[in-house]
């Protein structure tokens, strides 16, 4: 297989990794969400408010941080994606054109410049095409990236949601019972809601780790992209630049030989030069013994 061959082997198998979501891990349930989640206004504290608990809401507000920071725009994300998926699906359609297009037109072609510029078309074909698969695999990690951030918010959003679930249950009984304590269950329950908000905070954490790991294995294949994507680039430079060395000896040899043939015209150019060196000794034998006279240019235009 060619270098050309096994660059866009490579890239195509990147690209199935990317679309496989073979970088997201177990920690966020092995699985993506739906893309417009990503773009879903939640307000999981809001039911410690409408519950009566106002107080603590601001006390555990440090909760729904993660979750505003997970938040993006899923328009956004899916028509960059589209964008750049088609783009890339059109310069291998360009690519698989011209690869087909090749055959018909070299087929009576024979010799080592035909091989030649057969091996170069193929390889130009498959520098083509990885570079519309680089494309492709950018637009289904754009895309996996958006979904995988969707399911983390999702969970994000649940964990708060348990946790806040907790807090309610655990103020609603201390208020009960803050008549026969003097208040004094309310001002326990509070640590206590609290401490329940950072265990859940710890959980929120870890989902945001495995967010961060996924997103780095993600990253390693991007960059397997790009070094694709490059690499490709640079080939096709240097085959371009081979075939115009090539038609550069061509030309060379083309022009040495047409100066060749002006320096040294054919010998039809002095046909009447030896006529003329003929006629001239048929009339010195008129004069054996001395050489026949010549005219003077001035006297032969005045004659």
């Not at 082997?9 to 679309?19: C, I, N, P």
């Not at 054109?97 to 078309?121: K, V």
């Amino acid at each position: 297989m060619t270098d050309s061959g096994q660059l866009l082997a490579d890239l195509k198998t990147t690209t199935k990794a990317v679309e496989n979501h073979d970088w997201v891990s177990a920690g966020l349930g092995g699985a993506t969400t739906a893309l417009d989640l990503l773009g879903a206004s939640q307000d999981p504290l809001a039911a410690l408010t409408s519950a009566g608990f106002g107080m603590i809401t601001e006390l555990v507000r440090f909760l729904e941080e993660p979750l505003k920071q997970l938040q993006g725009n899923p328009d956004s994300v899916s028509s960059h994606s589209q964008g750049m998926e088609g783009g890339g699906q059109q310069v291998s359609s360009v690519a698989d054109d011209y690869r087909q297009s090749t055959g018909p037109e070299t087929s009576e072609w024979s010799g080592s410049s035909a091989s030649s510029y057969r091996d170069n078309s193929s390889q130009h074909a498959d520098c083509v095409e990885a570079v519309g698969q680089a494309g492709i695999a950018m637009a289904k990690a754009a895309t996996g990236a958006g979904k995988v951030v969707a399911k983390a918010q999702q969970e994000v959003g649940g964990l708060i949601s348990e946790a806040v679930g907790q807090i309610i249950q655990l103020m609603t009984q201390a208020f009960a019972a803050a008549q026969a304590t003097f208040g004094a269950s309310i001002a326990a329950a509070i640590p206590q809601a609290v401490a329940i908000a950072t265990q859940y905070g710890g959980q929120i954490a870890q989902k945001l780790g495995v967010l961060l790991s996924d997103s780095d294995n993600l990253l390693q294949l991007i960059t397997s992209v790009t070094q694709g994507l490059e690499a490709a680039t640079q080939l096709m430079t240097k085959l371009s630049e081979a075939s115009k060395s090539s038609s550069g000896e061509d030309s060379s040899s083309s022009d040495s030989s047409s100066q060749a043939s002006s320096r040294y015209p054919a010998s039809s150019q002095y046909a009447d030069s030896s006529d003329s060196d003929s006629d001239s000794d048929s009339a010195d034998s008129q004069y054996p013994s001395q050489s026949r006279p010549r005219i003077p240019v001035s006297t032969a235009q005045q004659s």
